[in-house]
């Protein structure tokens, strides 16, 4: 793979760059350690990030906030990231959760291959650093998305119960998110979702979880990634990211400065002349 | 809210045939509207029940999704008219964030039909004896939504 590491020497020569400037205090990013072990690492010297690897996908979003919220102040942290970090970056600064000025975004494009792996229809990040973004997919192509969510609703809702009937509720997919914050969290409280009762109350537990990140996910995958029962899980939020960018001509992560318009950006409000959209009434359908 | 009941009320659903709907009515428009509906003798179907809120705003996406793992089989969240919120452009919030719910249970194949988003005001009592008839024609039309889905002991009804 010679685009591969050319891509890697770029990106040590970038990065070193950033160090040796005194930009960053700290690269994050994945390390080839001993034994072939890939794993995040948190870069101080130069000379280390001779072990800096891209691939394969590991989502950096949550570790590097979590890296930000102990750090002392002046500490700049610049974090490899693929698109989806980046959008998942975004969101939680959009939220306070992690100070923009102390995070130096380093972009890196993903493989075509990648993108069809993850349905990703944005596989680069806005600011490219690290090599050529690739075209992405529309998850709408894909014959698992379709058979999930195309046609009929009673059927639908019968493949849907047998793929969230294989929950064993290990909450994997609320731990590996990088934008689930709350705390408390809404899945542990009584009125919501029993807490440590199988099975899993499949409506309540999958529903609310879905619906919490519904103007905040990037689609990244983590939670599908985590689950160990295998459970398709960004399917459930490419509905509601197909809702926005149809209704609301919104998706999430693409811009600091723009507010979700679920909340903000009321349709009447400063203009009275313009019409309501259709959706907004269910009464016609 | 959420009232334990024993195997009898089981016995119970299997005879019954009406779907079970639940309302959340904001208290200045759709309750009074209900009360109205009430006090002409409008007739309406027996299988609704009405929560009050303060402001359709303040109803949660999450109360409804709680509502469908409840056994309900359909929810309707009735609020001002637009632009005649008493909380400013409350409603208007509301309906983006039901609108956004409605995108996920058809995804989920619940159906999106199931959540109805309608707005009237205090007066108009025989709009809700409408909304609720023809809610009740629609849903008595789908399958029952209380199968395996929904393993809540808790029941709302």
Redesign the interface.
């Known amino acids: 793979m010679k685009t591969q590491q050319a891509m890697i020497d770029q990106a040590k020569s970038l990065l070193k760059k950033l160090l040796e400037d005194g930009e960053a205090t700290a690269v994050f990013g994945l390390a080839r350690g001993m034994g072939g072990v890939t794993a995040p690492r948190i870069f101080t010297m130069p000379d280390e990030l001779d072990s800096l690897v891209l691939e394969p996908k590991w989502p950096l979003a949550k570790p590097a906030m979590e890296i930000l919220r102990t750090a002392p102040g002046g500490y700049r942290l610049a974090v490899v990231c693929r698109g989806c970090d980046e959008r998942a970056l975004v969101e939680l600064i959009k939220r306070n959760q992690v100070d923009a000025d102390a995070l130096v975004m380093v972009g890196v494009a993903c493989s075509g291959e990648q993108a069809s792996i993850c349905l990703c229809d944005r596989p680069y990040p806005s600011k490219l650093d690290i090599g050529e973004a690739a075209h992405g997919v529309d998850p709408f192509d894909d014959p698992g998305v379709k058979y999930?969510?195309e046609g009929d609703?009673?059927?639908?809702?019968?493949?849907?119960?047998r793929v969230l009937?294989r929950c064993v509720k290990c909450y994997g997919c609320r731990n590996s998110c990088p934008i689930c914050v709350c705390d408390p969290c809404?899945l542990e409280g009584e009125?919501?979702v029993?807490r440590g009762i199988i099975?899993?109350?499949?409506?309540?537990f999958?529903?609310?979880r879905?619906?919490?990140l519904?103007?905040t996910c990037v689609a990244c995958g983590a939670c599908q990634e985590a689950c160990p029962a295998g459970i398709p899980l960004v399917?459930?939020q490419?509905?509601?990211r197909?809702?926005?960018r149809e209704?609301?001509e919104y998706e999430a992560g693409l811009d600091v400065n723009e507010k979700t318009?679920?909340?903000f950006d009321?349709?009447?409000?400063p203009e009275k002349d313009r019409p309501?959209p259709d959706?907004?009434n269910?009464?016609r359908? | 809210m959420a009232v334990e009941v024993s195997n009898n009320h089981k016995q119970q659903k299997a005879t019954e045939r009406t779907p079970r709907i639940l309302v959340f009515a904001c208290k200045w428009c759709g309750l009074i509207g209900a009360d109205g509906a009430g006090r002409k003798r409008e007739p309406l179907p027996p299988n609704f029940r009405v929560i009050p809120v303060e402001c359709v705003g303040s109803v949660e996406p999450d109360a409804v999704i709680r509502a469908f793992a409840d056994g309900m089989d359909g929810v309707i969240v009735m609020g001002c008219h637009l632009g005649g919120c008493r909380f400013n452009d409350a409603n208007h919030a509301a309906f983006k964030r039901l609108e956004l719910l409605r995108a996920l249970l058809e995804g989920v194949g619940i159906g999106r039909d199931r959540l109805l988003v309608t707005f009237g005001t205090a007066h108009e009592g025989h709009q809700f004896t409408d909304v609720l008839r023809n809610f009740t024609n629609l849903i008595a039309k789908k399958e029952s939504l209380d199968t395996s889905w929904t393993s809540s002991r808790a029941r709302m009804i």
């Open positions: 999930l969510l609703t009673h059927t639908r809702m019968g493949r849907w119960e009937k809404k009125p919501w029993r099975p899993t109350e499949i409506l309540s999958h529903l609310i879905a619906f919490h519904a103007d399917t459930l490419h509905a509601m197909r809702a926005l209704g609301f318009p679920v909340l009321f349709i009447q409000a309501i959706w907004i269910t009464l359908d």
